[in-house]
């Protein structure tokens, strides 16, 4: 039986392809780029964040004579080719989108977010270039229909009433009908604005049931409840990246489609980059990179002030290797939500 292929060897094959070949070559070449090769990878992250929003702003501002926003596609689909570009050629970059604290405000940075987690889950699923862009500028747009809410639905720091709940979940039909003259072009679009927050069974919002939703919607889907567990929110902080993806296997498991489910844990892993961890030796690490095939055993860096004692120094180890060491619970900082009997840090 075959090996299916690991986030290693879907990423080589991406990097081969001609059209990808192109844009390492744009890249770098301009230092201008967002994600010029000579700049961090939280500055690549950070311009992109601000490339997006500034996007986003100027288009509201140009209305055609329908009242549709024109929104420019070139430009959301360069977006989001610098996406697929930066998730392949920089593993660091991950770390930024998983950091709770948003890079800008809050509707940019979280399409951007869900944009990012979304790539990932879709190379997990052997999507091919062309449709993980097309899936990128989907998660960029999947809350347009936001734009038509008053913020403060979103930035309240208590629960809503049930009238502001319908009004909230009224987005995906919003964000529908603010774009449907666009469904001849763009019916990926469309379908993933209206379908993203279905669930298996006819469970979520809207229901339109007709026909199981789109692939792009079932990944933007489960990737948008992950994004949104981890950062954090007005009523609340963000949930350890751990316990997120407890809530999303364990606690709804059922809520979403089980194949996309697979390849998020498989190209993000049970302890996504970012967690803070125990290990059998004491010592607690900050999880900084998934191993393909261990998702219980990522790389880890020790980050706790009994390093020198424990005689391991600050070192990075691959827990698939050392395997005398494992990870035995997860350590929780001021910046996430402690659950009851959680150790913190």
Known sequence: MARKPGLKDLKQTLASLPGFVVLEYLYSRNDDSPVAPGKTSEHKY???????HQTMDESAA????????????????????????SIVKDEDIFASVMSPEYAGPYLPSHCMNVAFVSCRAGMGMELSFRELTELCVAALLHDIGMTKIHPAYYEHDRALSEEERKDVESHPELG??????????????????????QRPGEAGYPVVAEEKPHIYSRIVGVCDSFEALTHNRSFRKAYHPGDAMKVIIDGKVSMYDREVLRALIDTIGIFPVGS???LNTNNIASVIRSVEGSPLRPVVQIVDSDKAAAGVG???IDLSKEKSMFITGLVYDERYYIPDQAQSF
């Open 314 to 316: 600050s070192r990075v």
């Open 176 to 197: 529908h009908h603010f774009l449907q003259k666009l469904e001849k072009d763009f019916p990926w679009l469309l379908r993933v604005i209206l379908e993203e927050h």
């Open 62 to 85: 140009v209305e055609i004579v329908t009242g549709v926003r024109e929104l420019p596609f070139t430009t959301l689909f360069s977006i989001a080719e610098m996406i697929v570009y």
């Open 276 to 278: 803070l961890v125990q």
């Open 46 to 52: 950070k311009e992109l964040v601000g490339l997006f």
